[in-house]
């Protein structure tokens, strides 16, 4: 049964360095929480002392080892299965919170349709900001997933929509998170699976928020960088960015990007970006797969009254900005 508090839920390989700098900024974080908490690390096959490190320094905190190098989504689901409290806090290991995390949001959780919301993301060693809320836009057909906008007159009791919470520090209802089954292991090992489980939960009616306030400093790809190659990381990132769209989009807006398709894969072989071919090789092999995906996404959404297509989110949530004081970036 759920209980009130906070499930700490962090994926690690090999952080052995990034750990010892997170950890106690967490633990002052949900100390001043007020809240019941746990932390529970998913460590991905670590080739490091990782583990022996998080055993000795925080014997409190539950590890869960994997017998073989999985990626992201299918380590943090193990952490996502094994959470207890009805609060999840999703948490990148080179994500370090400010103390004052916590408190402002708990009133998100008011509202009965709210699936999470994420904070503010900083330089681990500057204030320049680096990711704020999500906005939402397309190129053609294609979902863009790399803006971002800030509220230039934010206030404590204000709600900004976000069309995703990044995976680097998202709070989430437990209960929906589960529902949904976490995240999905078809974009294992990186990439686009955090905008995609948002996406899952907007087209459900479940709303995702950003808070000003809450603030995190976050150390540019350390995790990724160090165990994959550029060319290795832009074909999963591409295949990754194919799932999203052939699993969302529907009906004209589909046959529109698939007809976009073409002609971006011929620039990118004429400009020798071969990596792209590999990525949509790789996308057309596992269209089984995609398929299984989908079907348990629309096993969850027959129970729902009604679905949102992608561009009723993308409509809600610009509509919520007519009028406000924003910055792009």
């Known amino acids: 049964m759920e209980r009130t508090g906070i499930s700490v839920v962090i994926p690690n390989y090999n952080g052995r360095k990034l750990l010892e700098e997170i950890l106690p900024p967490l633990f002052d974080a949900l100390t001043q929480s007020g809240q019941t908490y746990e932390v529970i690390i998913a460590d ?8 022996h490190f998080i055993r000795q320094a925080f014997p ?21 299965f094994e959470a207890k409290f009805d609060y999840v806090l999703l948490l990148n290991s080179d994500v370090k919170l ?61 709600c900004w929509y976000s069309m995703y919470l990044s995976g680097a520090n998202a709070f989430v209802d437990r209960q929906k998170l589960i529902e949904l089954g976490g995240f999905d292991e078809l974009f294992a090992p990186f990439y686009v699976e ?34 994959a190659s550029k060319k290795k990381i832009n074909t999963i990132y591409y295949r990754n960015k194919m799932y999203l769209h052939a699993m969302h989009l529907s009906g004209m ?70 009028g406000k004081n924003i910055k792009r970036f």
């Open 44 to 51: 991905d096959y670590s080739t490091d002392d990782s583990v």
């Open 60 to 80: 409190e905190i539950k590890v869960i080892e994997a017998e073989k190098n999985l990626g992201f989504s299918p380590t943090i689901n193990k952490g996502i």
């Open 98 to 158: 400010s103390a004052g995390y916590f408190p402002g949001l708990f009133r998100y959780f008011e509202k009965s349709d709210t699936f999470g919301v994420m904070g503010r993301i900083i330089g681990w060693d500057d204030d320049e900001i680096q990711d704020g809320a999500k906005y939402p836009s397309f190129h053609g057909a294609k979902i863009k997933t790399t803006g971002n906008y800030l509220p230039l007159e934010p206030t404590a009791e204000g």
């Open 194 to 227: 955090d905008y995609e489980l948002s996406l899952r939960a907007w087209r459900l009616g479940w709303k995702c928020y950003y808070d000003h306030y809450a603030v995190c400093r976050h150390r540019v790809s350390v995790s990724i960088k160090s165990k």
């Open 253 to 322: 807006a589909l046959f529109t990007w698939y007809i976009q398709l073409l002609p971006e894969t011929l620039i990118r072989l004429l400009t020798l970006r071969f990596y792209y071919l590999n990525a949509l090789r790789m996308f057309l092999q596992n269209r089984t797969a995609m398929k299984q995906s989908m079907h348990r996404f629309n096993l969850i959404a027959d129970k729902k009254n009604k679905i949102m297509s992608v561009k009723e989110v993308v409509d809600k949530i610009t509509d919520s900005l007519t």
